[in-house]
């Protein structure tokens, strides 16, 4: 029974709740690209941001070649004879000469096709005849089984942009131009600590002797992986007892060394978090509320250790671990692309039908782990709780739900799959 | 112009196609899991497959504890006032004692919940009295900024399966639990080359001086990326000459070291390619003509350098990039998975909408590069040529097309991520 004394929740002063992509849009503005670019060999250059255009100084294929076995041909020989004389035999990587009138030339897969001919007759599409002279089975088509100079790239295009994040498809079109090194923005530098004392990592306490109110520290592990993932070099600073000395120290000594210093826990309003108080020690701190569910507290800031020390940025994530899951796929994966200088920032976003029903609005934008039946549909995972971590690895990502929507069977829904969120 | 003779294709012998599905039924059917496993700190296992049930000895949390900073209280107390004395102060990492009647526990995010309280009032809905005392500013619930004892994991649960392949959140559930070291799969050792003497490696001849018929090779860039990905331990042998006796001698020597031996090049029907008698010398070899576009040729064998020594796997992909880069997504991907005892083999498709028209079907089954527009469309890139790796560096994934199906605007086809192909 609850009881209705006309209490109003107005009657205490609230921050108010700030809407993600305002959040968001203020957090990229503050990421500037860093400075400083590597040259690293193409072979291991995935997943990291192009820092110059890559610009072809050739054509791909260089030369008219043969996509298949078999022979080249004049296509309109054909209407005078199937039955042509083979003479010359194309290997890849050698050359022919001009092919005769009512002749083929034997050729192989990438092999260029000699002046005269303009089409390839696939070797099952053919009969060798004891004389040594070669029957077509079908007729030929002009430019058939010819892949043309210059298909693939053309000399002088960009062919992949300053700012593309490089996939394993990119590195094998950087090869093809015979790039073996690449120049790609540096690693993000990234300092990475828990706080609270009710922390235990994993092997030092047994669980049959954990005392109460202790927690084993989960949110290190996924965020070290997510930042791992993001080609981050990541400096594990441990947890950080909950006093304002050690936090601050931890604090000056990380930002000498590192672009970030992200933390989770101790960004909500509770007193015993001294986040808050070391950073404005060291610099400034802004304390968001963000009209998002998982992930309402979200801290921003700058510090240096000295007036004459590199300013590193400070992000500060909710303790819970799926709020510090989810803000940091919404906003410090976008942040840290930004840092690298990429362009494409967004998760991938897909429409997708529920076949669940959400029947309670929030007034935040909520955030919720699904994953997709085999019919393409998305279900819900029953225990939308943010301290509940097995939501994320149930589920295969998230619904995008605006404020104040409820979700019924058979509506469409932004779905954001974890597959494009967490690389 | 086309001539149209009465020469019919079916003159010829010709190999069966074989369907996708039944060929990557009897590729896994050969891939049993490999014998051993490694024990891994919980934060290196991203990507890793799990050996062993992982079974939960605790409930996490492990007592019933605050969501919120804020006050415990008891909700009843509620109908008799709203002011409450506040008694004990219970911080995360400490526990608090039975909370009397009328009286209120200050409790951080975290804390165990005192004997006796039911619900946390959060501290934006109080005030703080001069007094010492607190006012409640909204009604408690009974059970509101509680998480129970057991919600996110419950005691003796399996909480990862053997046969699941971690990802960050899975991590963090693992650590969450007091799981410090992990038993993964071992990595899967691949020995990876190209065959064909028109390859140059990039880097060794510029590109104004490459003579005709050369082209980089590209090939081995990407299919190592996609090989590391996937957690592989990949040694690159380079590119092998078109010679019988380097290519018997390159297979038998890695045949010795490493669980698959992966080609590019040297798998279609021309009788350049040493591949399928360099295999057949050392062991078994079958090649498949799949009904696939692109993607025809593709070989499987079993190979060992001696009686007594060890039998490695075969796999040939096609030399054209294209074909070699899906190919390599919808058979070796899951080939290397099932190695690794993963359970979760099949990648994510989604039904998606075609804005773009594919008007001349194919007898086989095409896997079309496709990205999609912000509305969630899909649109096509133009040249679906096999040679055209530009194709998937533009694209974000692959459409599913059925043999003998024409597509059209508005049309729902199943669409295949790169996102979820490429991990």
Same mark, same amino acid.
Request: with cysteine; net charge neutral; aromatic share 6%.
């Given at each position: 029974?609850?009881?209705?004394?006309?209490?109003?929740?107005?009657?205490?002063?609230?921050?108010?709740?700030?809407?993600?992509?305002?959040?968001?849009?203020?957090?990229?503005?503050?990421?500037?690209?860093?400075?400083?670019?590597?040259?690293?060999?193409?072979?291991?250059?995935?997943?990291?941001?192009?820092?110059?255009?890559?610009?072809?100084?050739? #054509?791909?294929?260089?030369? #008219?070649?043969?996509?298949?076995?078999?022979?080249?041909?004049? /296509?309109?020989?054909?209407?005078?004879?199937?039955?042509?004389?083979?003479?010359?035999?194309?290997?890849?990587?050698?050359? %022919?000469?001009?092919?005769?009138?009512?002749?083929?030339?034997?050729?192989?897969? %990438?092999?260029?096709?000699?002046?005269?001919?303009?089409?390839?007759?696939?070797?099952?599409?053919?009969?060798?005849? /004891? #004389?040594? =002279?070669?029957?077509?089975?079908?007729?030929?088509?002009?430019?058939?089984?010819?892949?043309?100079?210059?298909? #693939?790239?053309?000399? %002088?295009?960009?062919?992949?942009?300053? %700012?593309?994040?490089?996939?394993?498809?990119?590195?094998?079109?950087?090869?093809?131009?015979?790039?073996?090194?690449?120049?790609?923005?540096?690693?993000?530098?990234?300092?990475?600590?828990?706080?609270?004392?009710?922390?235990?990592?994993?092997?030092?306490?047994?669980?049959?002797?954990?005392?109460?109110?202790?927690?084993?520290?989960?949110?290190?592990?996924?965020?070290?992986?997510?930042?791992?993932?993001?080609?981050?070099?990541?400096?594990?600073?441990?947890?950080?007892?909950?006093?304002?000395?050690?936090?601050?120290? /931890?604090?000056?000594?990380?930002?000498?060394?590192?672009?970030?210093?992200?933390?989770?826990?101790?960004?909500?309003?509770?007193?015993?978090?001294?986040?808050?108080?070391?950073?404005?020690?060291?610099?400034?701190?802004?304390?968001?509320?963000?009209?998002?569910?998982?992930?309402?507290?979200?801290?921003?800031?700058?510090?240096?250790?000295?007036?004459?020390?590199?300013?590193?940025?400070?992000?500060?994530?909710?303790?819970?671990?799926?709020?510090?899951?989810?803000? @940091?796929?919404?906003?410090?994966?976008?942040?840290?692309? =930004?840092?690298?200088?990429?362009?494409?920032?967004?998760?991938?976003?897909?429409?997708?039908?529920? =076949? @669940?029903?959400?029947?309670?609005?929030?007034?935040?934008?909520?955030?919720?782990?699904?994953?997709?039946?085999?019919?393409?549909?998305?279900?819900?995972?029953?225990?939308?709780?943010?301290?509940?971590?097995?939501?994320?690895?149930?589920?295969?990502?998230?619904?995008?739900?605006?404020?104040?929507?409820?979700?019924?069977?058979?509506?469409?829904?932004?779905?954001?799959?974890?597959?494009?969120?967490?690389?």
């Amino acid at each position: 029974m609850t009881p209705t004394l006309p209490l109003s929740a107005a009657a205490l002063p609230r921050a108010p709740l700030r809407p993600l992509d305002e959040a968001l849009a203020e957090l990229l503005s503050s990421a500037s690209p860093l400075v400083g670019a590597d040259s690293v060999s193409t072979f291991d250059a995935d997943g990291r941001v192009l820092a110059v255009d890559l610009v072809s100084s050739l #054509d791909v294929p260089g030369h #008219d070649n043969s996509s298949m076995d078999g022979y080249a041909v004049r /296509s309109a020989d054909f209407l005078q004879t199937d039955v042509l004389q083979v003479t010359q035999r194309i290997a890849a990587g050698s050359h %022919g000469h001009a092919l005769e009138p009512l002749a083929a030339a034997r050729i192989f897969t %990438g092999a260029p096709i000699p002046p005269g001919a303009d089409a390839v007759v696939m070797q099952e599409d053919t009969e060798a005849l /004891s #004389d040594g =002279r070669v029957r077509l089975l079908t007729p030929p088509s002009p430019g058939q089984w010819v892949r043309r100079r210059g298909e #693939d790239v053309a000399r %002088g295009a960009v062919v992949l942009p300053r %700012g593309e994040r490089l996939s394993p498809a990119s590195l094998g079109l950087a090869a093809s131009i015979g790039f073996a090194r690449l120049q790609v923005s540096r690693p993000v530098r990234v300092a990475l600590f828990s706080t609270g004392d009710e922390l235990v990592m994993p092997g030092d306490v047994a669980p049959a002797d954990m005392p109460v109110g202790a927690i084993y520290n989960s949110n290190r592990f996924f965020l070290r992986a997510l930042l791992m993932r993001l080609g981050c070099q990541v400096t594990d600073m441990g947890i950080v007892p909950d006093r304002l000395d050690a936090t601050v120290q /931890s604090l000056a000594e990380a930002s000498a060394q590192h672009d970030l210093i992200l933390t989770s826990g101790g960004v909500s309003v509770g007193e015993e978090d001294h986040i808050k108080p070391a950073v404005q020690a060291l610099g400034e701190l802004t304390l968001w509320q963000l009209a998002i569910k998982p992930g309402k507290p979200f801290a921003y800031g700058r510090i240096q250790s000295a007036s004459t020390a590199p300013r590193a940025h400070f992000i500060g994530l909710p303790g819970n671990p799926v709020s510090s899951f989810v803000t @940091f796929m919404l906003l410090v994966r976008p942040f840290l692309l =930004r840092l690298q200088g990429a362009t494409e920032l967004a998760p991938q976003a897909l429409p997708a039908v529920a =076949r @669940f029903s959400w029947p309670k609005a929030d007034k935040r934008r909520e955030f919720l782990r699904v994953r997709r039946l085999p019919s393409g549909g998305l279900e819900l995972y029953a225990n939308q709780s943010s301290g509940v971590l097995t939501s994320a690895v149930w589920g295969d990502g998230l619904v995008d739900n605006p404020p104040g929507q409820t979700i019924g069977p058979g509506d469409v829904v932004r779905y954001l799959p974890f597959a494009s969120l967490l690389c």
